[in-house]
């Protein structure tokens, strides 16, 4: 994965209002895509974004491992107003360890290809710190 920041943050001028107002209601989620599987200390994620489709503003408070199974092109608006732009290559994998803070952003395909993702978030973990550049 290849991640290049689009825009600082605090760079909330070129956002539309949706985006915003979205940010401004706090209504978060914590599911990160389609849940595939769950125990004690783990959950599977599938994320499948089209084209143009997004996933609103959601809250990542745990570890979790990425593998993408596709090449795509996605931007990530963190609620810091930050943007990302993410390419990714099919077999990409990464892994974001949280510290202490969590980290609340969206994930929209800007691509022409549908993107496929899995995500493996451990259970363990209540605060998260991450890479700024996601």
Same mark, same amino acid.
Request: glycine residues 6%; contains cysteine.
């Given at each position: 994965?290849?991640?290049?920041? #689009? /825009?600082? *943050?605090?760079?909330?001028?070129?956002?539309?209002? &949706?985006?915003? +107002?979205?940010? @401004? @209601?706090? *209504?978060?989620?914590? &599911? #990160?895509?389609? &849940?595939?599987?769950?125990?004690?200390?783990?959950?599977?994620?599938? /994320?499948?974004?089209?084209?143009?489709?997004? /996933?609103?503003?959601?809250?990542?408070?745990?570890?979790?491992?990425?593998?993408?199974?596709?090449?795509?092109?996605?931007?990530?608006?963190? #609620?810091?107003?930050?943007?990302?732009? =993410?390419?990714?290559? @099919?077999?990409?994998?990464?892994?974001? *360890?949280?510290?202490?803070?969590?980290?609340?952003?969206? =994930?929209? +395909?800007?691509?022409?290809?549908? /993107?496929?993702?899995?995500?493996?978030?451990?259970? &363990?973990?209540?605060?998260? *710190?991450?890479?700024?550049?996601?």
């Amino acid at each position: 994965m290849q991640a290049t920041e #689009i /825009i600082a *943050e605090g760079g909330y001028d070129s956002w539309d209002e &949706a985006k915003l +107002n979205e940010i @401004k @209601k706090g *209504e978060f989620s914590e &599911a #990160i895509g389609e &849940a595939l599987y769950e125990n004690a200390e783990i959950r599977l994620w599938e /994320i499948q974004l089209r084209p143009s489709e997004r /996933i609103p503003f959601r809250r990542h408070r745990n570890n979790y491992s990425c593998t993408s199974f596709s090449d795509g092109l996605l931007v990530s608006r963190n #609620i810091n107003g930050q943007v990302v732009l =993410l390419r990714l290559s @099919k077999g990409d994998q990464f892994y974001w *360890e949280c510290i202490s803070n969590e980290m609340t952003h969206d =994930l929209e +395909n800007v691509g022409e290809s549908t /993107i496929k993702v899995t995500v493996l978030e451990e259970k &363990a973990r209540e605060h998260c *710190e991450v890479d700024p550049l996601f």
